[in-house]
């Protein structure tokens, strides 16, 4: 199940600081983070994943990957995938309200699926609500399309579910995709509107 952080937290968001976004820094989830990446499940989600459910995660490095971006010390997103043989699924993305639209979805996602590739990832998949537009948008920018839908799969807020995939992500071709969303966010950062 792929949880993208948004709804109620979307709400109260505020302006990110003003720090360079390119000083977010994307690194492997450590049990030191897991009070801030518990945080922001609180406040991203209406079903927050326990701490007990991230230290089985955690303890399971040879088919997950779980990371966490930080800015200085203080972390303002999360991600996780499970591996199975060839495949990758997303299972979550969650981001601090106050740094949402400020690329680090985009930015944990990219770190993400480079680490799939080294693994051996030939092609990932994820579910993500079906309103959430802006989850979506980012998830299609990394070659993902929708496969199917998901009858009530977000339970707790009585919502289906789209089934999206992205193929072939071992080929030089995905490569050379995500050299260019990388690239992207550098310019991004320059002009202010990262995404």
Known sequence: MLRFGSGRARQDAGVAPATDRA?????PMRR??????IAIEQRAFPSPWSLA???????Q????V????RVGTEVVGYAGMLLIVDEGHVTTVGVAPDWQRHGVGRRLMLALVREARKRGARQLTLEVRFTNLGAQELYRQFG??????RKDYYAEVHEDALIMWAHDVDTDAYGDRLDAIEAGLGRASEEGGDR
């Open 66 to 69: 779980y990371l966490v971006a």
């Open 32 to 37: 030191r983070h897991l009070k801030a990446v």
């Open 53 to 59: 459910l991230y230290l089985s995660e955690l303890a």
């Open 61 to 64: 490095p040879t088919t997950r």
């Open 23 to 27: 000083a977010v820094e994307v690194i």
């Open 144 to 149: 993902f399309a929708p496969a199917g839908i």
